[in-house]
């Protein structure tokens, strides 16, 4: 059981280390970028409303998501422990969830921040395919899937997402950029900042991370 927030900028490599992470260990992973489009997709009033943002790169307001995020984690099967990938992305965002754990008598136990430098970035992003049916992450050239255009794990046809075109990109890093630091100052201040390595292979990348959350267990 843990209670976990990844942090890194666009592209860093949160939602592929999740990813590995739910399989490997079975840790519930709740994405916010996720959550926002399929709620796009299945065009509800909120996800229209994000839509707006994510398209130009910037941040959905706070009152919309923290909605969003404290009713997902209310969920049974949140019940356990979860991993949160793109949440909080603000400290009003993160002072929310530690009021709304504290309620519960729970908290962030530990936030791996998985750091890569700034220049790789771009590439990762306007490289990347995504599964709309079960989330899995793709990129045209560190991690093609065996059939073009087809993802590995459920036959789904892949998209490109419309917020990774390189100057909504580079909106995403500029929005994210400050946001990125002061929550990681944030968490430490809390003593529960552990940086990783987010360069070199993902899966080497998932034992940096597992390492640090055996830390904690
Ligand atoms: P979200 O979906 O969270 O996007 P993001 O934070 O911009 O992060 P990404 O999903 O782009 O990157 P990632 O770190 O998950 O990287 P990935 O593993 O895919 O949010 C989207 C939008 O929703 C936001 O812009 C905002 O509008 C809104 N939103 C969401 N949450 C919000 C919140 N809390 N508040 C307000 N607004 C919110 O990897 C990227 C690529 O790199 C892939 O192709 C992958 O294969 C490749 N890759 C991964 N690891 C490696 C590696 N080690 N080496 C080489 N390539 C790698
Ligand atoms: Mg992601």
Redesign the pocket.
Known sequence: MVYCVLL??????????ALNIASDRGILHI????M??EASANRTSLGLE?QE??SK????P?DV?ISM?LERIEEDDAASGFML??????IK?AEALDIALESSRKQIEVVPY?KVPEDLLMA??T??W?CPDCSA???TV??APEVDGVCDSCDSHLLQRS?DQPVTVKT?LD??REWTEALATYYEDQNKLRVVD?????YL?TERIISVLDEIS
């Not at 890194?8 to 280390?17: D, F, H, S």
């Not at 790169?57 to 959905?60: K, S």
């Open positions: 890194g900028l666009p592209g860093a490599g949160k939602g592929t280390q994405s916010t970028g996720d926002f489009r994000a943002y994510m790169g910037e941040l959905v706070d998501t995020l990938d793109g949440f909080p992305r603000t965002q998985i990762r992003l490289g990347r995504s992450i793709y990129h560190t991690k917020d995403r929005t994210n987010g360069t070199g292979d993902p990348i």
